[in-house]
């Protein structure tokens, strides 16, 4: 198996981790596992803080430590946090990714979507547009995040998930959910938002991935 070929690359703790099923129920103490593996104590809560850092695992008071499902993000999280401490500009760089991923799984992501999906995605549209017309004026950031997210949420693949889910934690991070730009930006954004869910909602997943190419290069155009 795949697995069998990888895992030797793996902690100890790691390998443990991914091979034995019963883990999703609760993980042997500490002490016990040192015994079973062969490793030092010391050597083994170390190895378990890096699973507790790679969302791998939840550790929680009574009633011990569990894996949790996999998830990418929180590693993605780790890292793209540490690049953008470095230099702020490793966002637009990640955001050229995230562009990227977007496109090549919008006709894929689009066919899966349910009629109770596309009803969401019109609802996200109808809330946007009631926060930019309201005054003051409120950013419509979650309903941003969303629609984004939901267009993506039938892949089941986690790598995606999680390349989307970091990207609106960095966008955030950097301060782009806040006012600016003026409102003749955001109606712009939004505008092509709505092309994405009428296409998407009509069929028109062609019409719909021509609005998406077009409105990513709008945050490079940001005042």
Request: proline content about 4%.
């Amino acid at each position: 198996m795949l697995r069998e070929r990888i895992s030797p690359d793996l902690s100890e703790f790691l390998r443990y981790l991914a091979t034995h099923e019963e883990v999703e129920n609760g993980i042997p103490s500490l002490k016990k596992l040192s015994t079973e593996l062969g490793v030092s104590l010391a050597s083994l809560r170390e190895q378990l803080e890096v699973a507790r850092a790679l969302g791998l695992v939840e550790v929680k008071p009574r009633l011990g430590t569990r894996r949790r499902d996999y998830s990418f993000t929180p590693a993605i999280r780790q890292s793209l946090g540490y690049a953008l401490a470095l230099d702020d500009e490793h966002f637009l760089k990640y955001s050229e990714l995230r562009n990227h991923v977007e496109s090549a799984f919008w006709h894929e992501a689009v066919r899966k979507l349910t009629s109770e999906d596309k009803q969401e995605l019109q609802s996200l549209i109808t809330r946007a547009w009631e926060r930019l017309h309201h005054v003051p004026i409120q950013v419509p950031h979650e309903e941003h995040r969303n629609l984004h997210l939901k267009i993506y949420s039938r892949l089941e693949n986690p790598f995606v998930t999680g390349i989307l889910e970091a990207y609106w934690e960095a966008y955030e991070a950097v301060g782009l959910n806040v006012f600016a730009g003026g409102y003749e930006y955001l109606d712009e954004v939004w505008q092509y938002h709505q092309k994405m869910v009428e296409a998407i909602c009509n069929g028109d997943f062609e019409a719909g991935y021509q609005a998406l190419v077009e409105h990513t290069d709008l945050l490079y155009q940001r005042p």
